[in-house]
């Protein structure tokens, strides 16, 4: 029965031996078909290394933009009112992105608001080169609506140039403040703010004094070239908010808004009494609210 035994012990360790020398002819004949190249070049790969964290409370805010960000026509007709504004303003009752995040405290001696009203997409890349000497955690950007708004539709931005400008304005903030966030709002839909507004007498007396010709100048022409002009707006900023869109989806420190300023649908209760198109202090309240939902939310908008 020992020898039985032996015996079996012994067949089954010749098995054991067969099998894993056929294994590892398998593996040499892998190896020699190709599959070495294969597992070298995976086993060579790096792995992969997490992008940066998005950081939801940051501890300073730089804002650089156009006269919405300056809070022109908030407060009095035809003036700024830095005070109000949705990113850096100290109002209580919009309680600005910086307020929000920071604090009142915090904000007065944390914040900075680079925008100038009248900007365009061109005049970007020196704010952003201001912007940077603060070394700021959280940059916000709202650009683009002087680039739509011309006293003539033909003399809006090239999409190209828009671009260009854009990308310019990121490598200028990226040499000074590397590692700072940025937050990317959405160019608002110029057409619905003429249609909200194009209800008040004040307002469309007040448009006739240049803003935004390209899409509020005879306000009341509904004809077919009218019509035409303010479409050729609207699809302008549309290809605006999607150079937005994707020079921000390249930068892994970039949050665009996903449209949501764009898709806000603005009433009379949100616009300047002074313009009824700028946004007034309830209008600016809704930006900071808007900001503050995607720059502490746990992913970016879709």
């Known amino acids: 029965m020992q020898d039985r035994s032996a015996r079996h012990r012994s067949r089954t360790a010749a098995a054991v031996l067969a099998a894993v020398s056929l294994l590892g002819t398998a593996a040499l004949t892998g190896c020699d078909s190709g599959q070495e190249g294969t597992t070298k070049g995976a086993a060579a790969q790096p792995s992969a290394r997490p992008g940066p ?19 022109f026509d908030a407060c009095s007709v035809l ?66 609506a002087n680039d739509a708004c011309r006293d003539s539709a033909r003399y809006m931005t090239p999409v190209a140039d828009f671009r260009a400008s854009f990308e310019a304005s990121m490598r200028q903030l990226r040499a000074g403040a590397p590692k700072a966030q940025v937050y990317v709002s959405s160019v608002p839909d110029l057409k619905r703010l003429w249609s909200t507004g194009r209800g008040n007498a004040l307002g469309k007396q007040i448009w006739k004094l240049g803003i935004c010709r390209s899409m509020l100048g005879d306000a009341d022409d509904m004809g077919a070239q009218a019509a035409a002009r303010r479409a050729s707006v609207q699809d302008r900023v549309v290809a605006y908010n999607e150079v937005l869109r994707e020079v921000c989806a390249k930068d892994l420190r970039c949050r665009y808004d996903g449209g949501a300023v764009f898709d806000y649908p603005f009433t009379g209760r949100q616009l300047s009494q002074w313009d009824w198109f ?24 879709a």
Do not use: F
């Open 278 to 301: 700028h946004p007034g202090r309830d209008g600016q309240a809704r930006l900071a609210e808007i900001a503050y939902r995607n720059v502490t939310a746990a992913r970016p908008p």
């Open 53 to 71: 964290v998005w950081d939801r409370e940051p501890g300073s805010v730089a804002a650089v933009g156009d006269s919405i960000t300056r809070g």
């Open 79 to 144: 003036a700024d009112c830095p005070e109000v504004s949705w990113a850096t303003g100290t109002d209580s009752g919009v309680r600005s992105l910086a307020v929000r995040l920071l604090g009142e405290a915090v904000a007065a001696s944390h914040s900075w608001n680079h925008a100038e009203t009248g900007a365009r997409v061109a005049q970007l890349p020196e704010q952003m080169a201001l912007a940077a000497k603060e070394k700021p955690d959280l940059v916000t950007v709202m650009i683009g």
